[in-house]
């Protein structure tokens, strides 16, 4: 069944990585996306351009709009959000998928790379989510999906890099806040996490390089999800806080994660931020610290 034809999906960060895997997955239903990212030539460490993803969307049976958009720039997601509208007649789906990173202790923290988080991750979430409103409120089943963890305030996720935790923890502060303001208008907001490292540009530049890429899941697991929610009835689930495989174990019916690793045999990375209270589906195994650092 092709849930998601003729909707509309305004994706930020959608020219590669996750964002691009859940734009794909729409498009095989027959959705409509915008493609708001920065990116429009291609750049030798990070794979993938507002243009290419375009190519890849319509691959699949989706119609790809490809907007150049940088969303700390209120007058870019302006522009992107009605040429969007005026494209496809309105907006279905927001997803809050754009994010910066730097996991550095106070010291190395440099105030131009926290403001670049905040504008990105925070600011960015709230603003997307706020243009995208009005064209959200005239929507049949419309969902505002972020790409942020669940709440859970155990020091640890926040030790070593705090400007990072904090910044993505607004963009959750944005989900538990507007998912109370936005249920008299039927629209859902929720978040959804990763529980494993994903294997994307920032965990093979960033994080861990080729031994945490083959530690991981695909972008695939994180699309499933995605699609999952969007299909979800809008006025009675939102508020919540996903993590990807409980969500499709639970909801989705899915028991067989095997598809979505990289490497079967190295066992699974977590990812930051899954609070210790959320357990693997049946037959899930997630690494020991000693792995990771071995």
């Keep these: 069944m092709a849930a998601l034809k003729g909707k509309t999906l305004f ?3 959608a020219s590669r990585g996750i964002g691009l895997a859940i734009a794909k997955r729409a498009a095989r239903d ?3 996306i ?4 920065k990116t429009v030539d291609p750049n030798p460490k990070l794979e993938g351009t507002i243009h290419s993803a375009a190519k890849e969307i319509e691959a699949e049976g989706g119609s790809a709009l490809a907007l150049e958009c940088d969303i700390r720039n209120e007058g870019d997601v302006e522009r992107a959000v ?6 496809f007649g309105g907006i279905d789906i927001c997803v809050n998928n754009a994010s ?5 202790p106070i010291e190395k923290t440099e105030i131009k790379r926290f403001d670049l988080m905040f504008a990105v991750n925070t600011r960015g979430t709230f603003l997307t989510s706020k243009i995208c409103l009005p064209h959200l409120k005239r929507a049949e089943n419309p969902h505002i999906l972020t790409l942020s963890p669940p709440l859970d ?3 640890k996720w926040f030790s070593g890099h705090v400007a990072y935790s904090i910044a993505k923890y607004g963009m959750s502060l944005c989900v538990l806040g507007l998912a109370d303001e936005l249920k008299p208008n039927g629209i859902a907001v929720n978040a959804l996490w990763p529980r494993t490292t994903i294997a994307t540009a920032a ?3 960033i994080l861990g390089g080729d ?3 083959r530690m991981s899941r695909t972008p695939e697991i994180v699309a499933d999800a995605a699609h999952l929610v969007f299909n979800q009835p809008a006025k009675t689930f939102t508020g919540n806080f996903l993590i990807d495989d409980t969500f499709l174990y639970d909801v989705g019916g899915v028991t067989d994660f095997g598809s979505y690793r990289v490497d079967k045999s190295v066992p699974l990375a977590p990812d930051f931020f899954v609070p210790a209270d959320s357990k693997p589906p049946p037959g899930v195994q997630i690494a020991r610290l000693s792995e990771l650092t071995s």
């Design 203 to 205: 965990v093979q530049n």
């Design 11 to 13: 994706i930020t960060g």
């Design 153 to 155: 305030m155990h020091p």
């Design 100 to 104: 910066a990173i730097s996991l550095t």
């Design 82 to 87: 009605a040429q969007t509208a005026e494209r």
């Design 211 to 213: 031994k945490l890429m």
């Design 30 to 32: 027959g959705a409509n």
């Design 34 to 37: 915008a493609i708001a990212a």
